[in-house]
């Protein structure tokens, strides 16, 4: 998909958010909600994801709703830190296809990162064993 178009509210995570698709989740309020990527680059990535929006990417997200979402991936990203003592910590946002992109509703990844362990590829491979996900999303919530 390209950079601009039509948001999709069949996406993953439109469905998610309605409830149609379950996921594990970390934490969520009236603005966000924060899960484990099913399909993670490294132990313990997870996603944040703006609620009560159509938006595709960061282009076309309300300006004034920006603040709370990067809080809320603030937040994520020190409890990924406090609960899974990584090496370091990747949080990215894909804007099109051509950039990695592959759900067109703006996401903000939170990756923890391992000195000895690689990244897997992005929104590649077989999912997560979903109970190794639940215990790391416990893990995540309990330091937040």
Same mark, same amino acid.
């Given at each position: ?6 948001? *999709? +509210? +069949? !996406?993953?995570? =439109? ?18 909600? =924060?899960?484990? *990527? ?6 313990? #990535? ?5 609620? !009560?929006? $159509?938006?595709? !990417?960061? $282009? *076309? ?15 994520? $990203? ?26 067109? /509703?703006? #996401?903000? /990844?939170?990756?923890?990162?391992? $000195? ?5 590829? #992005? ?22």
């Amino acid at each position: 998909m390209s950079l601009m178009g039509e948001y *999709d +509210g +069949g !996406n993953i995570f =439109a469905k998610i958010l309605r409830g149609e698709t379950p996921c594990v989740k970390i934490f969520e309020d009236d603005d966000v909600l =924060a899960f484990m *990527d099913i399909f993670p680059q490294s132990q313990g #990535h997870c996603l944040v994801i703006p609620k !009560n929006v $159509t938006s595709r !990417n960061i $282009t *076309d997200f309300p300006q004034e709703k920006l603040g709370v979402l990067f809080a809320a991936v603030q937040k994520l $990203t020190k409890a990924v830190i406090n609960a899974l003592t990584p090496d370091g910590v990747v949080v990215t946002q894909y804007n099109g296809a051509p950039a990695g992109q592959t759900i067109f /509703h703006l #996401h903000v /990844h939170v990756i923890p990162r391992y $000195t000895n362990l690689p990244l897997q590829p #992005h929104h590649g491979g077989k999912p997560a064993d979903l109970d190794v996900l639940r215990q790391q999303a416990a893990r995540i919530a309990a330091a937040l």
